[in-house]
């Protein structure tokens, strides 16, 4: 008797054991977004009704079935289409139904979703474009309402449109600052090694209006 109610204390123990490891793997799985919010297709409906004027994909990318990573506190949560919502500055996931989950943009230090990273800094989220010792270079995406146009016949107003636009940000000794792509610009973030960087440009064809390029420029005076 003795012998049997020890065995059913052992494997109640063993349960309880295992019940716990299972709980703690499962809230491991989930990524700090928990804390977000889901937007059941009922309060889409309701916030389409009060943007019904405007028109536009807020949205970075236009595919809704992209896959990406979340970076939170030094853990990495692997999720499905995920986008980020320009409009309104948050990280969002695409659920069943139309719905969508928005995570907490606060508890997030940066996404990879499809190509792209994209990196928080005061509050925003820019694309990184080139990192390096020296300086890096990131996009930022913002929306603007083009108006829409009156009938002249019926002076009727057509739906405002969202339009997605986007800048250059310079990081360099822990100030962020809008860069322009220009000739004087990069000299200015040259310095002294203006001339060997247009020296280097030269070799190696690079036009700075184009993005790809770019990069390359600020990786060849990364190396410098």
Do not use: C, W
């Not at 499962?26 to 009922?42: E, F, K, L």
């Not at 948050?90 to 994209?118: G, P």
């Not at 220009?182 to 690079?206: C, H, I, P, T, Y």
């Amino acid at each position: 008797m003795k012998n049997l109610f020890a065995f059913l204390l052992i494997n109640l123990f063993t349960i309880l054991i295992n019940i716990g490891l299972h709980a703690q793997a499962n809230s491991a799985a989930y990524p700090p977004s928990y804390h977000g919010d889901q937007i059941s297709p009922r309060e889409m409906a309701e916030r389409s009704e009060r943007t019904s004027e405007l028109k536009g994909n807020p949205f970075l990318f236009a595919d809704k079935d992209k896959k990406g990573i979340i970076y939170s506190k030094g853990n990495s949560f692997e999720g499905d289409s995920l986008n980020y919502n320009i409009y309104q500055n948050q990280i969002v996931t695409f659920k069943e139904e139309d719905s969508v989950f928005v995570y907490d943009s606060q508890l997030i230090d940066s996404v990879k979703i499809d190509d792209k990273r994209l990196h928080k800094m005061d509050g925003k989220f820019f694309e990184v474009i080139e990192t390096g010792p020296k300086v890096s270079l990131f996009k930022k995406y913002k929306t603007r309402i083009a108006e829409g146009q009156v009938n002249v016949t019926d002076r009727s107003k057509g739906s405002s449109r969202l339009v997605i636009m986007d800048d250059y940000y310079v990081l360099s000794q822990d100030q962020l600052m809008k860069f322009k792509p220009s000739k004087a610009n990069l000299e200015d973030v040259f310095g002294d090694q203006s001339q060997e960087m247009k020296k280097r440009m030269k070799s190696e064809k690079l036009e700075y209006k184009k993005e790809k390029d770019l990069m390359r420029i600020f990786e060849i005076y990364n190396s410098l």
